[in-house]
């Protein structure tokens, strides 16, 4: 059985790359393959304990930015091995809200830490499960906090780093901006403030660019794609 696709969305928060992870994965299943979305940091047992602690949960407030790149690997060294190989390995496309850039980004640029120490934290969370294609949806900071705002209302917790003032922001969209063009061959840097079905539609044109054989494998009856 050939190996599946990996496909990571990143962005500052407010971005709406979680709307867009649900559509890519309808349109893909549409299409008769086989789809597993999970979140970071997350996924898995282990991983949505550390979610909380790093998100919600009231002690949070007094975390440093070491403990929190600590956090964040432990959480993605449990999901790379417990849900994203294993569904890899069994030719699943796997779709993940986030993923190792993050850390890159929002530990390495906007809490200022050490490039290579975040470097090699990484390297030794994911080891070779790197991602095909990354795409990050660029929005300003001024929609993306008009955007936190009106989910912060939905919410009765509110979420440690949303609480991030405007000038971390601003270091976490040009930390990302630099990425796509460091790393033209695997990153993608799309308009998140165009409309949905807009960003939908050149996503979907992008991925099927990208992976031309996972689209046109034939499937069996049932939808599975032919081993």
């Given at each position: 059985m050939s190996r599946g696709a990996f496909i990571t969305f990143e962005g500052s928060e407010g971005c709406g790359k979680s709307?867009?992870?649900?559509?890519?994965?309808?349109?893909?299943?549409?299409?008769?393959?086989?789809v597993l979305i999970t979140?970071?940091?997350?996924?898995t047992a282990i991983g949505e304990k550390i979610r909380d602690l790093l998100q919600f949960a009231p002690e949070s407030s007094a975390m440093t930015p070491e403990t929190e790149v600590l956090l964040f690997s432990a959480s993605r060294s449990q999901?790379?091995?417990?849900?994203?190989?294993?569904?890899?390995?069994?030719?699943?496309?796997?779709?993940?809200?986030?993923?190792?850039?993050?850390?890159?980004?929002?530990?390495?640029?906007?809490r200022k830490?050490?490039?290579?120490?975040?470097?090699?934290?990484?390297?030794?969370?994911?080891?070779?499960?790197?991602?095909?294609?990354?795409?990050?949806?660029?929005?300003?900071?001024?929609?993306a906090r008009v955007r936190m705002q009106r989910r912060v209302r939905r919410v009765t917790v509110i979420d440690r780093m949303e609480s991030e003032p405007d000038e971390f922001y601003e270091r976490v969209c040009e930390g990302y901006r630099?990425?796509?063009?460091?790393?033209?061959?695997?990153?993608?840097?799309?308009?998140?403030?165009?409309?949905?079905?807009?960003?939908?539609?050149?996503i979907w044109r992008e991925v099927s660019k990208r992976f031309p054989e996972l689209l046109s494998q034939p499937k069996n009856k049932d939808g599975s794609r032919v081993s």
């Open positions: 709307t867009q992870v649900k559509r890519l994965a309808s349109r893909l299943e549409q299409a008769g393959l086989q979140r970071e940091p997350g996924g999901l790379v091995r417990e849900t994203i190989r294993p569904a890899l390995e069994q030719g699943a496309i796997v779709i993940s809200d986030r993923f190792f850039d993050s850390t890159t980004v929002y530990q390495g640029v906007a830490l050490e490039p290579m120490m975040v470097a090699t934290l990484n390297d030794f969370a994911v080891g070779p499960d790197r991602p095909d294609l990354t795409i990050i949806l660029d929005v300003d900071v001024a929609t630099e990425l796509a063009l460091r790393e033209p061959a695997r990153v993608r840097l799309l308009d998140g403030s165009r409309s949905p079905d807009e960003i939908e539609t050149e």
